[in-house]
């Protein structure tokens, strides 16, 4: 059996879930798990009316779910040629509508949003998309069976980052969805979305719907996971700054995890722990033309080479330095206590004997973080940066690396270099003003010139 998952640009539309629909046909004898994204932008939206309503702003919030469920009925009405399934769906919407509006007015009387109650609106995106999904394959003849993610993918309680619990998950995969696969039907379900030992929706994580797909391919012991997406595969560099990328036919796990890490959209950086854990391959697919794309699995990285150039834009730069020179590592300590309370991602740190700096998301910066901090020393932070990422294998051994790289940088200015740590990537943190220049001239310079 295969997993097969369609993001949100993959079915944002009637043109995209025609072509969901015709893709999943001719994969049809490898009894797919088919997992759906809610449709592009429907989880902003979400997000919108529950920020919306939390300002007590209940009929705004309303406004704004008529629009999305109308984006909903639009697609129904033009995709499904039978007035059956179209009311069937159309009675589900209705009684989604319903529920958000109870929650709503929950959020709009008390002026207050939690992460639970967030998760519990923002879950509705994916279980529509699939809803619809569901109903058009079995317009179209095959026997595919909606399946509410709530019967299997059991998570913890980390509202809006969940993580799975997969003997549970694995245990209900088993149980709940391996006899329709063995019975010959298609299983339709979502991304995205789980649900607590308690019985709440919980969110993983924004495009997080990879990360579902690979925990689902993990748990039944899948042959391929396949991702659908806008894109050929993995790409040398972002085609939307870099012009003649190229597209990488395969990659092993650690390079593709390393990508996704440092910012990669084709992936979402959870993605390849699952699988490769069970040496389950991963295939990249673009929908809109389909072809071979990018093969993820275990190869040969033995040998030297540049893979890609991963940008990740909004980044800031954190220094602490400490109050009083006493213990170094009780002061190392104390940051990374107050970096993992606040739950902060790092990119990349780098220590002198008295000093630190991590480098993350700007959205994390918080006037809480820099408060505990300030407790242990003295905080600067710079914003307008970016990271530059070359991810390969045994990059210390590529000849002429860093003379490349720096040749094409010329007079910009870096910030903060991290390379060593691992063999698989070089970090560079650059202001941003001249970011999208300085990745053009590295690309050429570590692939037009063979240095890759």
């Not at 993605?271 to 990018?294: A, C, D, F, H, R």
């Not at 275990?298 to 009083?324: F, G, Q, T, W, Y």
Request: with cysteine.
């Amino acid at each position: 059996m295969i997993v097969m998952k369609f993001g949100g640009t993959s079915n944002q539309d009637v043109a995209a879930m025609r072509r969901v629909v015709k893709i999943v046909h001719e994969h049809r004898s490898q009894a797919p798990v088919v997992v759906i994204s809610a449709i592009a932008q429907a989880t902003n939206q979400l997000e919108m009316i529950a920020r919306t309503a939390a300002t007590g702003d209940r009929e705004g919030a309303e406004e704004i779910l008529t629009d999305l469920f109308a984006r909903h009925g639009t697609i129904i009405d033009n995709l499904l040629t039978s007035r059956a399934n179209a009311r069937e769906i159309e009675g589900i919407i209705h009684e989604y509508v319903s529920e958000i509006k109870i929650l709503v007015q929950g959020v709009a009387a008390l002026r207050e949003l939690t992460p639970r109650t967030t998760d519990a609106i923002c879950s509705y995106g994916e279980r529509l998309s699939s809803r619809i999904v569901a109903a058009a394959l079995r317009e179209s003849g095959l026997d595919a069976v909606w399946i509410d993610a709530k019967e299997f993918m059991i998570t913890d309680d980390r509202f809006g980052n969940a993580r799975p619990l997969m003997s549970h998950t694995s245990r209900l995969l088993h149980s709940t969805v391996l006899p329709l696969l063995e019975q010959g039907r298609i299983a339709v379900t979502q991304g995205f979305i789980g649900i607590t030992q308690t019985g709440r929706y919980t969110t993983m994580g924004r495009e997080s719907s990879d990360y579902s797909a690979s925990i689902i391919g993990a748990g039944l012991n899948a042959r391929l996971v396949q991702i659908w997406t806008d894109v050929d595969g993995i790409l040398t560099a972002d085609p939307r700054i870099v012009e003649g990328v190229r597209k990488i036919n395969e990659i092993s796990f650690e390079e593709a995890f390393e990508l996704s890490y440092f910012g990669a959209k084709v992936l979402h950086p959870s993605t390849m722990v699952p699988v490769m854990e069970k040496k389950i391959s991963v295939q990249i697919l673009n929908s809109t033309q389909p072809g071979s794309g990018t093969l993820v699995s275990i190869m040969d990285d033995s040998s030297p080479r540049v893979r890609s150039i991963v940008v990740k834009n909004n980044v800031v730069a954190l220094r602490c330095a400490p109050h009083e020179r006493n213990d170094q590592y009780l002061f190392w300590e104390g940051i990374y206590n107050v970096l993992n309370r606040n739950g902060i991602p790092l990119s990349a740190i780098a220590t002198s004997e008295y000093g630190f700096i991590g480098i993350f998301d700007e959205r994390y910066l918080t006037d809480g973080l820099q408060g505990e901090l300030q407790t242990l020393g003295t905080t600067s932070v710079e914003k307008g940066l970016s990271s530059l990422c070359i991810v390969g294998s045994r990059l210390p051994e590529v000849k002429a690396l860093m003379a490349s790289v720096f040749a094409a940088l010329g007079s910009a200015t870096v910030r903060m270099i991290s390379f060593g740590a691992s063999e698989r990537s070089l970090l560079l943190l650059l202001q941003s003003e001249n970011i999208k220049g300085e990745v053009q001239a590295v690309h050429r310079a570590l692939f037009a010139a063979g240095t890759a």
